[in-house]
């Protein structure tokens, strides 16, 4: 053979191999993390290219808005919050869905300095509290209907944890992946730490959103989008993840190998990724009866409507599979 036919034969099936890819836009909602490790692990270590697609992401951020993206059809997948922004959604008619769930379990925590009476969940209700303004209107609703808790407690959050350093007897709000981590370098000490998660607060997080349209028409690429994805985070989690971390770094120096440590280290803890259904279905695993649970509990406590159709805001069809479950560790 012609050493250069033979080049070019091969440069020829490169680019045909390249451009047989679906090319696919994942917004983030914010900027690179390890709460978003599985994602950069699949682009990193060729696992969309395996399922089929060439995949961008798109970071979010504090001037982002990578969810109106979504909408208006200028990306294909969406990073989003936990199901009450869905439910939302669909309450103003905004046609897009929830198709996986990356977190089983919602990363909201608050915390409170030790030895100070504050050590249970229900303590908090003695001293000052500080809520964010998006929490104030859902999560802390439920606390408000399950725990008895009060808004005259509540002091505002702004993201600085300097007030409740300062003040021993009050609690703050924060995500277990992050706040805990800020709190031990700047105040010295480890925090209580109160997963809403395990007290009853039981949304999917960390979703996949897409609009119904790509659902329908395009129902491959969303099933091998969520796949890879599946099988991203199992690797994130348990194999090899320098390279992810590598390019979370590059897309946001403010993380550090310190900070990407803490955060995976407790992703795993508290079973944000890997707990209850995902054991037996695999990651991004969801089922009706969850959702039922956290939407009655949300109407309960005046943060949705009773009559919107919640069922409408996700869909089990990608779901449940069991793909990537060989790659978690047997013990």
């Known amino acids: 053979m012609n050493i250069r036919f033979g080049l070019a034969a091969c440069a020829a099936l490169w680019s045909a191999q390249a451009s047989a890819l679906d090319n696919v836009t994942f917004g983030t909602n914010w900027l690179a993390e390890a709460e978003h490790g599985g994602y950069y692990q699949a682009a990193v270590d060729g696992t969309y290219e395996k399922y089929g697609l060439n995949v961008k992401i798109l970071p979010g951020g504090p001037q982002a808005n990578n969810r109106l993206l979504l909408i208006t059809g200028k990306i294909d997948f969406y990073m989003g919050g936990n199901m009450i922004a869905s439910f939302t959604s669909l309450e103003q008619g905004v046609p897009t869905l929830v198709v996986a769930a990356s977190f089983q379990k919602d990363p909201q925590i608050f915390m409170s300095h030790p030895g100070q009476g504050r050590d249970k969940f229900e303590d908090l209700k003695k001293g000052p509290i500080f809520v964010g303004k998006e929490l104030l209107a859902t999560a802390f609703q439920w606390m408000k209907t399950e725990y008895g808790f009060s808004e005259s407690n509540v002091k505002p959050y702004n993201f600085n944890p300097a007030p409740f350093l300062a003040d021993k007897t009050s609690s703050m709000q924060g995500y277990v ?155």
């Open 177 to 331: 992946t992050s706040e805990p981590y800020a709190v031990e370098k700047q105040g010295g000490f480890k925090p209580n730490v109160f997963l809403l998660a395990d007290y009853g607060f039981d949304t999917y997080s960390t979703t996949i959103e897409t609009r119904i349209e790509t659902m329908q028409k395009q129902p491959d690429v969303v099933q091998r989008f969520v796949d890879a994805s599946a099988v991203g985070w199992y690797n994130y989690l348990y194999g090899d993840n320098r390279k992810a971390n590598d390019l979370i770094k590059k897309e946001n120096p403010e993380m550090d190998d310190a900070q990407l440590a803490f955060s995976i280290a407790r992703l795993k803890e508290y079973g944000i990724v890997d707990s209850g259904d995902t054991l037996t279905m695999g990651l991004g695993a969801m089922t009706d009866a969850r959702m039922k649970s956290f939407f009655d509990k949300m109407v309960k406590a005046g943060v949705v409507k009773a009559n919107i159709d919640y069922r409408k805001s996700y869909t089990l069809q990608f779901v449940n599979k069991k793909v990537g479950l060989d790659l978690r560790p047997k013990n």
